[in-house]
């Protein structure tokens, strides 16, 4: 009962990081921020957990471990109200679809027309200061969020698991730490399901936009996912205040506390810190796999992350599609290999030396797939730029139409080969649209469509592109990497619980956590959102010269610069599953209950 109830709220709280992840592109657009700040956004998940992790896992057997993953649970929930609260003070953005000076309307969209009358200059003195402290107050709201959110995840790791496998035999210690891995797995899946539908309605559900979810201006209603999971991670969270510190009964576990407790006076606690932490540093298995997976976390978490928004930018998915695909390949193929590797090893139990290599082996063989990826894409946009090949859309064409790049609304020429950014970038003023009822609008009469010879009209949108079957290929291809990578998980977890003694479990894992957070959690999103905004062609203008989020990516440059970095993180990771193969003979008691303080020195 306890693990499920523990991994029914810690599919919440996994559900909630990958909510954010899934929301990210649509909030940068609300907000007007880059891939960046959106980095430094997500670190404040890592940053707590890094604090907080290793002092769980120390004081795990000295406190009610049950109440207290509740009590970090609670502080989940009451983040996430936190991440909504931008919304309830701002309300929705209507600034993409707002008409001023320079903007006509289309129903209830705004287009962006050439228009020689227009002053940017009033424009940004009307508006100066409102969107620079708006996008302070929500990147403020969103971190905390985060921030509150890493005591979830660092109650689960460091208390949650130990729990478990000390309360069942170590026969089958497996299949129950991997039955509750996989639960934490639903949690990514339901986030980026709610994400795919929510993010289909507009930000405000009652308003109707006039554009389509795969306009570039769509903000899909982020904020209905966050108040959901707040809600449902508080009230799940209550049980655990009702389970006991022990599962096992009192004789068994007993003594060994007594034991630890007089061991241990509070006297001498930082001679007990140091002394265990040096049976850690000793320990070359153990910091073998450390360093290994701290290498390979870097590179798996910031692709996944940014996984969504290669997808929007690559094969041109809107964002509750992205979402979708990227729980899909992401989720569903890891649930079903953490579940065989468990199986696997619970009835099959195979030595020290065979169970290293065959964690070796299927990580390996799951990184395959960041190799295909790397040749897979779409044809990137051809924009009508001067010269051709760079970000310069201004041309004497339309020089004098006051142009700004803060609406995107790109159509296509007549060549169905050439985009514009905007009807304004082509030339067009306010009558040149051909308004349509059932399909795309189309302007004619554009000044700069017409100085390239063709004379004809331009159609809303961008222009088609055949990919072939590379996004079909690209799915498959990830599901089934992502299914044989996920079959060392179980194996992972088990090595690493019987390589220390079983007083050092918790603690292990507090430093482990520490370690992660300060070399993988909190570098990824910093590193792929540079990666991301490096690739970046075209910036959304904001008044006094400040850039908005990324409009138009170098979708070739994102495809090599991704798969590039996570190829050679995944390469350095491996040489390290050889070196814990090469020390597995240390390792015993993989199945056994009748030692359980060994030392592994």
Not at 576 to 594: C, G, H, K, M, Q
Request: charged share 15%; aromatic share 12%.
């Amino acid at each position: 009962m306890f693990v499920f109830v523990l991994g029914l709220t810690t599919i919440l709280q996994g559900a909630s990081y990958r909510y954010m992840i899934a929301s990210v592109t649509t909030l940068e657009k609300r907000y007007a921020f880059g891939s960046l700040m959106s980095g430094f956004i997500l670190i404040g998940d890592n940053i707590s957990e890094m604090t907080v992790q290793p002092v769980l896992g120390y004081l795990a057997h000295r406190l009610h471990r049950p109440r207290l993953i509740a009590w970090c649970q609670i502080l989940v929930g009451l983040g996430l109200y936190l991440a909504a609260l931008p919304y309830f003070i701002y309300g929705p953005g209507v600034h993409l679809l707002d008409s001023s000076a320079g903007v006509g309307s289309i129903g209830n969209k705004s287009v962006e027309f050439c228009d020689v009358n227009r002053n940017i200059d009033e424009d940004c003195a009307r508006d100066a200061g409102a969107n620079s402290s708006m996008t302070l107050v929500a990147v403020f709201c969103l971190f905390m969020s985060m921030f509150f959110n890493g005591f979830g995840s660092a109650a689960y790791y460091s208390i949650g698991i130990p729990f478990i496998d000390d309360s069942v035999e170590k026969k089958n210690s497996p299949i129950y730490i991997s039955l509750s891995a996989c639960m934490r797995l639903m949690g990514p899946t339901l986030a980026y399901s709610m994400s795919s539908y929510v993010l289909t309605l507009y930000e405000n559900p009652l308003m109707n936009p006039g554009i389509s979810t795969n306009d570039p201006r769509w903000l899909g209603a982020w904020w209905i996912g966050f108040i959901i999971l707040a809600t449902c991670i508080i009230l799940c969270s209550l049980p655990l205040f009702l389970f006991p510190n022990q599962l096992i009964p009192p004789a068994t576990s007993e003594p060994a506390n007594k034991t630890r407790k007089l061991k241990n006076p509070a006297s001498d606690l930082k001679m007990d810190l140091w002394s265990r932490l040096m049976r850690l540093a000793n320990n070359p298995i153990y910091v073998f796999i450390l360093i290994g997976t701290t290498i390979r976390l870097l590179g798996v978490l910031g692709y996944m992350t940014f996984k969504p928004k290669y997808i929007e930018a690559q094969y041109r998915k809107s964002a509750s599609t992205a979402n979708l695909f990227s729980g899909i390949i992401g989720i569903v193929p890891s649930a079903i290999g953490i579940l065989i590797g468990g199986a696997f090893i619970t009835y099959l139990k195979p030595g020290a030396k065979v169970l290293t290599v065959f964690v070796m082996l299927v990580e390996i063989l799951g990184n395959a797939g960041m190799f295909g990826a790397f040749f897979l894409g779409c044809p990137p946009a051809q924009f009508a730029t001067i010269p051709a090949h760079t970000i310069n859309f201004e041309n004497t064409c339309n020089s004098n139409c006051a142009c700004t790049t803060q609406r995107f609304m790109p159509i296509c020429g007549p060549d169905n080969v050439t985009n514009y950014f905007s009807p304004c970038f082509a030339g067009c003023d306010s009558n040149s649209i051909i308004k349509s009822i059932n399909g795309p609008n189309q302007y004619s009469s554009c000044g700069c469509i017409d100085r390239g010879g063709g004379g004809g009209v331009a159609t809303e949108g961008y222009c088609p592109t055949d990919c072939g079957n590379n996004f079909e290929t690209y799915v498959t291809l990830f599901g089934i990497s992502n299914l044989v990578g996920t079959l060392a998980r179980t194996g992972n977890a088990i090595i690493g619980f019987r390589i220390v003694d079983k007083v050092d479990k918790s603690f292990m894992i507090g430093v482990s956590g520490a370690i992660h957070s300060i070399f993988a959690f909190i570098p990824y999103p910093l590193v792929y959102g540079a990666v991301a905004d490096a690739s970046c062609k075209v910036w959304e203008s904001k008044c006094g010269g400040e850039r908005g989020n990324c409009w138009v990516y170098d979708t070739d440059l994102f495809r090599q610069y991704m798969h590039g970095l996570t190829i050679i993180l995944y390469i350095i990771a491996s040489l390290f599953d050889v070196l814990v193969v090469w020390f597995s003979a240390r390792i015993t008691n993989l199945y056994t209950d009748e030692t359980d303080d060994q030392d592994f020195d």
